[in-house]
């Protein structure tokens, strides 16, 4: 692309399109992608960039995988959309199928959505109308643990974190949930005491408990011991209270199990999952649920689940999604996890104790660097761009969650970069 036309694009950028947690316009350009292919994003300037970053996550099989351009193609050949209402077709009930076999056992109900934050609405939503169903509307809250996030919609705000979260601009707006404090990365009495505490003071008026877990995404990137998850198990179960996983971040092996929930051997009664379900081609979302809360649900006043997205079980997304799945089966993702996961603590590990550094943590493919102040996040990023990485720090964290298909001198890259990052930001 010449000059003038990458500058004409920009200053349409500029003037016209908002980007995600920004102002209008910009304090700064982005960076202009005109193709991707593998790890690497290829910039209008023709620089190219190893993708630190999975595309927020989602991207796990890096950019035109053979095998989910050909779902994608050979679907769109048959039909892009339907409409899900009084319909069904073949790419859905596979994929809904399919979910129900690898996720934690008793989740045999599949609601399709198109986003994740929709995923945690529809979660939420279940959770509410089948309380109301068996009898106990009374409890309408929900509880949770600080520094989690589960998405931009009201719903999913309220339990974020209410303090530290992004979303504090809405203190006073959204409905006041229930919170206990961070859970820590060791096992501590104290603290699983303290979410038994919470469960009983406040059953009655409880819903359901939701967490991110083993691993909280975009509200820290902080880790925690799965043997919270088995307490929060056993005290939801014990008071008749709903238990979710928003597995939307920690889906499909980025942790190094294929679920959160694994780590812990636990099954919530509703899960929720996206960004990774479709290796990043296309939006879409699913809610799992157990019998038992499909049927309070169906049997209640509103004889269903009052929700429906248009684009809900969308075929392109769906077919893909199921390609994805394919890959993923036979525990393909293990080895390549693994190796990212040392390439990580190799090359992370050195920052630690270096100025400016609060902490390092590895887990799986995930690579944290947290800093003792506010990144500067034009310099960080620009710096590991000079490297040749691609990073979106936030906050005090500059973080990595790279495609499975990231080979051994690419993550060694995506580290140097975030040292470049480290030292600029």
């Known amino acids: 692309m010449s000059p003038a036309g990458r500058d004409e694009l920009i200053a349409l950028d500029r003037a016209h399109v908002w980007h995600p947690y920004g102002p209008m316009p910009g304090r700064s350009d982005p960076y202009l992608v005109e193709s991707a292919e593998g790890v690497r994003l290829r910039l209008a300037d023709g620089r190219e960039l190893v993708d630190g970053m999975s595309s927020w996550w989602a991207a796990i099989h890096g950019y035109r995988n053979p095998v989910l351009d050909a779902a994608l193609a050979e679907q769109a050949g048959r039909m892009s959309h339907v409409m899900f209402g009084g319909l069904t077709h073949e790419p859905a009930i596979a994929l809904a199928t399919e979910l129900v076999e690898i996720t934690p056992a ?19 939503k279940m959770a509410l109308q089948a309380q109301r169903a ?33 979303h504090s601009l809405w203190t006073g707006v959204l409905t006041a949930q229930v919170f206990a404090g961070p859970p820590p990365a060791e096992f501590d009495e104290a603290y699983a005491a303290e979410l038994v505490t919470m469960i009983e003071r406040h059953a009655d008026e409880i819903a359901a408990v939701i967490v991110e877990p083993v691993v909280q995404g975009a509200g820290g990137m902080r880790f925690h011991h799965p043997e919270y998850l088995r307490v929060l198990r056993e005290a939801t179960a014990a008071h008749g209270i709903f238990l979710i996983f928003d597995e ?80 993923l089966r036979g525990e393909s993702w293990v080895q390549p996890v693994r190796k990212i996961e040392k390439g990580l603590r190799d090359g992370l590990e050195p920052l630690r104790g270096a100025p400016g550094v609060a902490d390092v943590r590895v887990l799986g493919a995930i690579g944290v660097v947290q800093l003792d102040h506010d990144v500067d996040i034009p310099r960080a990023t620009a710096a590991a761009v ?23 001198a690419d993550v060694a890259r995506i580290a140097a970069g975030i040292a470049a990052a480290v030292a600029a930001g």
């Open 106 to 124: 008793g989740l045999e109900h599949v609601f399709l959505c198109d986003s994740g934050s929709v995923g945690v609405e529809v979660a939420i």
């Open 134 to 166: 068996l009898g106990r509307p009374g409890r309408q809250r929900l509880a949770t643990w600080r520094g989690g996030y589960h998405g931009d919609t009201f719903h999913p705000m309220s339990v974020c974190d209410p303090v530290g979260g992004m």
């Open 248 to 327: 939307i971040a920690t889906g499909f092996g980025r942790t190094g199990r294929f679920f959160g929930a694994d780590h812990a051997g636990v099954s919530p009664d509703i899960m929720c999952l996206g960004k990774a379900l479709t290796g990043g081609y296309l939006t879409l979302a699913a809610t799992l649920c157990t019998a038992a809360v499909a049927e309070a649900i169906s049997a209640g006043e509103g004889g269903g689940l009052a929700h429906g997205p248009t684009f809900m079980g969308n075929p392109l997304a769906c077919a893909v999604a199921g390609a994805s799945l394919r890959l």
């Open 386 to 408: 000079a490297e040749g990485v691609w990073l979106r720090p936030f906050r005090d964290l500059i973080y990595t969650m790279p495609p499975f298909v990231t080979e051994e």
